[in-house]
Structures are given as structure tokens and as C-alpha cells.
């Protein structure tokens, strides 16, 4: 299994937008609605006030590498990107998970 560990924050100087953002976390959440191959999928927001957070991170889970590969080219994939890279960054780690306890 691979995990896909997305952050996001506003991007500094854009103007916060509320009804927005909540839009565009909202259509985070529904990705996997359109993508039958995400095994497991969650958006969360930072809870804290501190400098050193983001806002939000995504959490989701894959097969195996293969698949993130056929995620990141997904049309509604694409879709939401486009829409997401003006308001918010974002870094990603990618990894691979065993069944075994570490």
C-alpha cells in the first residue's frame, strides 16, 4: 500500500476567503467520489494556531505507486488543482506501508 500525505495553507498574501476555501476543502472531501481506485481518503484541518502549521493536510491511501501515478494525471484530479493553486501551496511525501507493526 502506498500513502499520499498531501499539507496545504493559504497562499501568503492571498486575501483569506471563507466561503472559498470551504468550497474548495468541501470538493477535496468528494474527490474519492470520483476516483474508484483511492482506497482511503481523509481531509483534516490544523486545530492549532502556531506558525509552524498548515491548514490542512490529506491523508489517503493507494494500492501501490502505480496507482498514485494514475491519480495525479486523473482528470478530476486535474480539475481540482486548477482551482486549488489559487488560493493554496502545498508539499507531499509519498510512501510505502506494510501490514507489519513498526
Known amino acids: 500500500m502506498m500513502k499520499h ?30 476516483i474508484d481506485f483511492v482506497r482511503d481518503w481523509r481531509v483534516s484541518a490544523n486545530e492549532l494556531d502556531r506558525p509552524i502549521c498548515w491548514d490542512y493536510i490529506l491523508e489517503s491511501t493507494f ?23 489559487q488560493y493554496f501551496e502545498w508539499v507531499a511525501v509519498d510512501y510505502t506501508i506494510s501490514n507489519a507493526s513498526s
Not at 494500492?63 to 493553486?85: G, I, R
Open 63 to 85: 494500492d501501490d505507486a502505480q496507482a498514485v501515478a494514475e491519480y495525479l494525471p486523473h482528470p478530476a484530479h486535474q480539475a481540482l488543482v486548477a482551482d486549488l493553486k
Open 5 to 34: 500525505i498531501v499539507m496545504f495553507r493559504r497562499i501568503p498574501g492571498v486575501e483569506p476567503q471563507a466561503e472559498l476555501e470551504e468550497r474548495l476543502v468541501e470538493r477535496m472531501r468528494l474527490l474519492p467520489n470520483s
